[in-house]
């Protein structure tokens, strides 16, 4: 079995805090005009299983081999947001008001974050319909650091927390 579909199996953690309803082609295509980008496969593959929500605690962490404002040697990844307009639950939809917010690059879909940093999917170098890459991004300091060069390869650098 390939390492994405191991980590796939074993993505979601328990309970429903930020889940949306379940993911429908028709709500896809609504974030992808939304957002005006095409959506990795991957991404769509884990928002298949569950629309949002907590990740495993086995996968909450990426290794980034430098230190950030977060930890010395990994960023979090605890919640991945889902698609839908569910009152109170953060969304990819949610993804232009917060890039404005924030004073983050406009070629981004945040997938998960608090203001002061984010994880995203960065289409600057690729385009709306290539596949981006993953980059976090610290509101506070300005800075960026690219972690993975698609998605699929992102979830697969995901672990445990070290610390």
Do not use: K
Request: glycine share 12%.
């Amino acid at each position: 079995m390939a390492r994405f579909e191991e980590v796939r199996a074993t993505f979601w953690g328990d309970g429903d805090h930020g889940v949306q309803p379940p993911l429908t082609d028709e709500m896809v295509r609504e974030a992808e005009r939304v957002l005006g980008v095409t959506l990795p496969s991957a991404l769509l593959d884990l928002l298949r299983l569950r629309n949002g929500g907590v990740v495993a605690d086995e996968h909450e962490v990426f290794p980034t081999g430098r230190p950030t404002s977060w930890s010395e040697d990994q960023v979090p990844f605890d919640v991945l947001m889902g698609i839908g307009r569910q009152d109170g639950t953060g969304s990819l939809l949610d993804t232009p008001y917060l890039l404005t917010e924030w004073g983050l690059p406009a070629a981004l879909v945040l997938l998960s974050g608090d203001g002061h940093c984010w994880i995203g999917l960065d289409y600057r170098a690729c385009g709306p319909d290539g596949e981006p890459s993953v980059t976090w991004f610290e509101t506070d300091l300005g800075t960026e650091l690219h972690l993975a060069d698609d998605f699929r390869s992102f979830v697969e650098g995901l672990t445990a927390d070290s610390a």
